[in-house]
């Protein structure tokens, strides 16, 4: 569900709802429209009220407080268990009080046979990390996504760090706050977090480090590029497409 910088539908796209995430709603506008926090990464944006179902501040209250079920299928789909339709999620998507294949919103069930990844059951290893994104190869990019149908740079880190249990800020430059900072490339391990920036100095950049000197990062699509100490060389045009300014260890 596409959330935009202003109550508009010719609005920007600055992020994504996946199914199941929740929200606090803080101001309306013009009928249709939500000024929305999201609760994993305190996003701020506005949505179509058309494209979310309310809940109690009980339940909202008793969803973040638990550990947090996700879908690991790279697209699959759910069924509503009162009016046996179905509803197409994808890697990522959160399954609230999830439990015997059947996640709950409100008092309405739906039932999932696909697999999942609990985040009370930590990642056995940071390997883990790297066959989750492989999984979003030659995915389109898309400025504010979070699907396999199209997801940005740092949509895509966010993503595969949810799935291994770990919540990461929205964008790019917050991500970079966070984690232990690298002194040299060789230092880093794959699952590391690079961060790249403009001639300004901000950052406007992230991949995940592979091993071998390469990079997986949202440019174009989701895809491998090699990567040194002064950034990502891109191999189609044979020229640095983004310049490197830190490397983070975050798990």
Not at 51 to 75: A, G, R
Not at 194 to 205: L, P, V
Not at 210 to 216: E, P
Request: proline content about 5%; some cysteine.
């Amino acid at each position: 569900m596409p959330c935009r910088i202003e109550p508009e539908d010719t609005s920007e796209m600055v992020t994504q709802l996946l199914f199941g995430e929740t929200v606090s709603i803080y101001e309306e506008k013009k009928g249709n429209w939500r000024k929305i926090k999201t609760a994993f990464d305190n996003y701020p944006c506005w949505i179509d009220h058309k494209q979310i179902t309310l809940i109690s501040e009980d339940e909202f209250e008793k969803i973040n407080s638990s550990p947090f079920t996700v879908c690991s299928e790279l697209v699959s789909v759910i069924q509503n268990n009162t009016t046996k339709e179905f509803t197409p999620i994808v890697l990522g998507c959160s399954l609230p009080h999830f439990k015997d294949n059947t996640a709950l919103i409100n008092e309405t069930s739906f039932t999932f046979d696909g697999e999942t990844i609990n985040s009370a059951i930590p990642p056995s290893s940071k390997n883990n990390l790297i066959d989750n994104a492989f999984l979003y190869l030659n995915a389109p990019y898309l400025w504010g996504g979070k699907s396999p149908f199209g997801i940005d740079c740092s949509g895509f880190t966010q993503v595969i760090y949810k799935l291994n249990s770990f919540v990461l800020p929205r964008d790019a430059s917050q991500q970079a706050q966070i984690g232990q900072t690298l002194s040299f490339i060789e230092e880093s391990e794959p699952g590391d977090l690079a961060f790249f920036d403009n001639d300004e100095g901000n950052i406007i950049h992230v991949g995940i480090m592979l091993s071998d000197n390469r990079i997986i990062h949202a440019s174009g699509c989701v895809r491998i590029d090699k990567i040194d100490h002064q950034g990502i060389y891109n191999v189609d045009t044979n020229t640095y497409s983004h310049r490197l300014r830190l490397i983070k260890k975050i798990l």
